[in-house]
């Protein structure tokens, strides 16, 4: 099966597009849902988290405070490498799972942090989301209500535009309407088509 990754940065579109090509019948599988569910109560990777960095990033339900952890991770790169050697092996290994038992002739693979992770050899191509920065910034402000600051600071820690673009096989470019979108996802899913036949 032909398997396509899809990235971007942080309020690009990679949702909307994930759900354009799930409208012609092509399964996705998300890794941002398959972390959320590795670190539901009572999972083994949330044990893992608590035994790293101590019961405090958990809420009052006992499960996991994403934003005090996203904090602590945001503020120390250590950390985060502690993290993602508990989170990435059990991630690599559901998508894994997933994609084994599609039955389709491609299927996306939604990695917001493709490029940041140097995880291209999940996938046979790479599909980069592209929007100005601009775009970025009143998208996510207005969808997670942060500020500018808090928004270009998590832009700034990601890949740059530059280096995702050049990681690219493929590019969307959503900086328009969505008829244009759509259109874009259309003419991606007949090539993807063609491409699910030799691969």
Known sequence: MLV???TGGIGSGKTTVSQLFEAFGIPVVDTDIIARQLV???????KAIINQFGSAILSADRSLNRTKL????FQNAEKKAQLESILHPLIR??????????????????????IENNQQGIANRTLVVDTP???????????DNQTENEVS???SAQASRDERLAAAD????????????KQQ???????????SQTS
């Open 4 to 6: 396509v990754a899809l």
């Open 40 to 46: 539901a109560p009572g999972e083994v990777a949330l």
């Open 70 to 73: 996203r904090q602590i991770i």
């Open 93 to 114: 290994q559901e998508v894994a799972r997933q994609i084994s038992a599609l039955i389709a002739p491609y299927c996306i693979v939604a990695i917001p942090l493709l």
């Open 133 to 143: 920065e601009s775009a970025q910034l009143a998208r996510v402000t207005l969808r």
């Open 153 to 155: 600071a998590i832009i």
């Open 170 to 181: 493929e590019v969307i470019h959503n900086d328009g309407s969505l008829a244009e979108l």
């Open 185 to 195: 996802v259309a003419v991606l899913h007949q090539k993807y088509l063609i491409y």
